[in-house]
């Protein structure tokens, strides 16, 4: 019998990895356009933009009506300075990614949202080549291509980093940082020049993309004091590596750290609650988990039985991973691997729990550490298959390979048939729970609205920037801030004898009989009421 070359081998791992790599290219470009964009992605597209005039007016609205079209061009595209001076005085985001779409859309001179969607469609795919390259640094070929496999068929990320914001480069940056990180360490002594400027950059950029990046500092120091130990020398690739890193994100710090706090503090203030203390772990561990932060998701949150069944399931492969895994390279990555996904949630729940109640700690965040969490359970499943098949091959030698072959096939269609189904259901599911169709919800309300007609928003939010993303008319829009007769004056006196829509976000039905026997008062009656999942709109007309 012949034997197979290494360059087969080579050949054959190569082949692996390109099918892998385009199969999660392939599933987040199908999945790229399936919601439109919602309130806070519409928020980001016009920071992208560095449409001043359109962010002011979301948040002066009530104070100064705008009339789509006329008084504002909704997609007039700034400079790359503006956009800085927006992130810097009104969000408390990083740079990178808006710098990225502001970029693309001033060289291709499109609009297009889905074009600036591909973007993160590419960002996953170059993050699913960072995690075949760490895998493979100590899984056989098959364990790398199911850590792959298991990140393609991840639905929340897929929900998720397919959104218009930074998750999905931010995804990119953890996973070539962490592989880094593990080559600076591989052999300390023999580290190469390219491999700690590599490290540098891609952490800074990532430290330059999503607050969260920053958690990879203590776990990355982490590994690297438990392969180095007192060997001082041995730290120094990975301790040039983060200076790199920390003078390139120190650029946006320094221009921008004083407004951005102040920002989080007024949020704070907004949000209000109590310092909850560790008290609240458990609890805001267990939210985090039951939402869904595994490799394999259950898709939109259909049931929580379910949601515990792969909570405990993914529990058992992640304890299991550093027993099952047989070679000492494989448990190095396997360690670093659950290191990152486990240690970077403890983090952030943990600092969380002495802050304020504010925003910052919602489940989809954390997508940012999902494919080490795919690697870690890849890695005990390929540390199963070796011990099984060592087993088998010290007593048939004649049998052992098919007997993998087979263990591999076995677990490569449980995967399949699991994450395939998961993926098919995202093209009949509904959008996640924070997210509102604002493309499907905006082309009913074009077939109801005329031009020249009020739209009020109830409450003020980022749903008149979602709205303007889609729509095709010029109409006048405000907020009602709050429930009182001298609101309704104000927006009936706004375009007198013209149909007065109500756009409520909150919830069906508040505040509908007050505004309803307001108007009434003033000769308008409800003459029409659409109710768009948690969108409900209500038309008021006079003498109708």
Known sequence: MAMTKPADHQLAGRC??????MLVLAVRLAHVDQHGIWEDEAFRYFLALGNEDMIRASHTLEGDPVRLGDDVQVHRLGSAGDVLRLLKHESPYFPAYYLLMHTTMRVTGTRSLTALKVWNAVFAAMGALALWLLAREGLSVAGAAVAVVLYACATWDIGVSLQLKAQSLAVLCVMASTWLVFRLMKEPAGTRLRDVLGYGVVLGLGLLTHGHVLFLLPLHAAFVAATARLRLRAWLPWVYGTALAGAIASSWVIYAALTQLEHLRLVNELF??????LSALPGKLWGLAAT???PVSTGWGDGTDRIIIWTLIGMLFLGATGLLTASSRGRRVARLAGLVSIGA???AVCSYCFMRQNQALWPRYFVL??????LAVAAGLDGAVTRVWALIHARSSARARAVRGSLWVVVFGVVAVIGGREVLRLRDAEPLDMQLDWRAATDVLAEHVEPGDVIVHAPADNAFLALACYWPMKNIHT????????QIDRIVALAPGRSVWFVMTWGKGRHEA???AEMRRRGYERADRLALRRLVAFEFARGR
């Open 272 to 277: 209000g609650g109590e310092y909850a203390g």
């Open 345 to 347: 949630v403890l983090l």
């Open 514 to 516: 007050f505004v309803a």
């Open 16 to 21: 692996v990895m390109v099918g892998v790599v």
């Open 369 to 374: 550490f999902l494919p080490p969490a795919c």
């Open 479 to 486: 907020v009602l801030s709050e429930a009182s007769a001298e």
């Open 292 to 294: 869904n932060l595994l």
